[in-house]
């Protein structure tokens, strides 16, 4: 996690590190968030934690308990699935304004971001996306967006994103009946077509098809659970040396 430095105020970059770290997994869902190891490895006062810690907990990164501090939102599916419903429709709303009112400018930043990221190593199928696909992933998706004219609709949007993406980071692999490329070409073309129709169906099938994935794998997740804890709980016999026999039960001899 990258230590607070200099550009901005100190509880600024506070709340940025501290928010990267979240939607990263470097602070994992459920972590206890203390005050006072943050305050010693970024080298700042404690009111500057305090002040980061609340402006996470305005965005649902973070929840506070009374006595027991500081805690890194949880993940659920039930969360996903809601939070999926709500980005569907800020995110197609974005997308139809900004297609009734981008420009030239616009339509040259939607073609170049497109061109960037289909043209960017992902990664092998059995591997996580590299960090430059990520970040030409995130610009893509912002520029379809760019010429809504709302800048709260953004910044909306932008939460509900960065918080979809703190799950989609669980999808390490991508599925083999999945072409990312592909879908992105698709959206892109619709969106430069100006069909909205087409474009928030597309649009609402991509971040759909997303979920489901993660929604499997956090069931996987979940089913291997319990076997897990069962194999911790059954104790392992020597190797070589055979299974002692149960004692048997006393009788009484007349």
Not at 17 to 43: D, N, S
């Given at each position: 996690?990258k230590?607070p430095?200099?550009?901005?105020t100190?509880s600024g970059?506070?709340?940025?590190t501290l928010r990267?770290g979240i939607?990263?997994g470097?602070i994992?869902?459920?972590?206890?968030v203390r005050?006072?190891?943050?305050c010693?490895?970024?080298g700042?006062?404690?009111?500057?934690?305090?002040?980061?810690l609340?402006?996470?907990?305005?965005e649902?990164?973070v929840?506070?308990?009374?006595h027991?501090g500081y805690?890194?939102a949880?993940?659920?599916?039930?969360?996903?699935?809601d939070?999926?419903?709500?980005?569907m429709e800020?995110e197609?709303?974005?997308l139809?304004?900004?297609?009734?009112?981008?420009?030239?400018e616009w339509e040259?930043?939607?073609i170049?971001?497109?061109?960037r990221l289909?043209r960017?190593?992902?990664?092998d199928?059995?591997?996580g996306p590299?960090?430059q696909w990520i970040?030409?992933?995130?610009?893509?998706?912002?520029a379809?967006v760019?010429?809504?004219?709302?800048?709260?609709?953004?910044?909306?949007r932008?939460q509900l994103y960065?918080?979809s993406?703190?799950?989609?980071?669980m999808?390490?692999?991508l599925p083999r009946?999945r072409?990312?490329?592909?879908?992105?070409?698709?959206?892109?073309?619709?969106v430069?077509?100006r069909?909205v129709?087409l474009?928030?169906?597309l649009?609402?099938?991509?971040i759909?098809?997303?979920t489901?994935n993660?929604?499997k794998a956090?069931?996987?997740?979940?089913?291997?659970?319990?076997r897990a804890?069962a194999?911790?709980?059954t104790?392992r016999?020597g190797?070589?040396r055979?299974?002692r026999?149960?004692p048997r039960?006393?009788t009484?001899r007349?």
């Amino acid at each position: 996690m990258k230590v607070p430095g200099k550009g901005q105020t100190i509880s600024g970059e506070t709340y940025q590190t501290l928010r990267a770290g979240i939607l990263a997994g470097e602070i994992p869902p459920g972590a206890k968030v203390r005050t006072q190891e943050y305050c010693q490895r970024f080298g700042v006062s404690l009111g500057a934690v305090r002040e980061a810690l609340s402006q996470l907990m305005a965005e649902g990164l973070v929840f506070a308990e009374a006595h027991r501090g500081y805690t890194a939102a949880p993940i659920s599916i039930e969360d996903l699935k809601d939070l999926t419903r709500v980005r569907m429709e800020i995110e197609t709303l974005c997308l139809t304004w900004s297609m009734e009112a981008g420009q030239v400018e616009w339509e040259s930043e939607v073609i170049a971001a497109t061109h960037r990221l289909t043209r960017t190593y992902r990664a092998d199928e059995r591997s996580g996306p590299s960090a430059q696909w990520i970040a030409a992933h995130d610009a893509y998706h912002a520029a379809l967006v760019s010429a809504c004219g709302s800048p709260r609709l953004l910044q909306i949007r932008k939460q509900l994103y960065d918080k979809s993406e703190r799950y989609r980071k669980m999808e390490s692999a991508l599925p083999r009946e999945r072409n990312a490329d592909d879908e992105h070409k698709v959206l892109a073309d619709a969106v430069m077509g100006r069909n909205v129709a087409l474009a928030t169906k597309l649009m609402k099938s991509h971040i759909a098809l997303t979920t489901d994935n993660i929604v499997k794998a956090m069931e996987k997740r979940v089913s291997k659970a319990p076997r897990a804890a069962a194999a911790l709980a059954t104790p392992r016999r020597g190797r070589g040396r055979p299974a002692r026999p149960a004692p048997r039960a006393a009788t009484n001899r007349r």
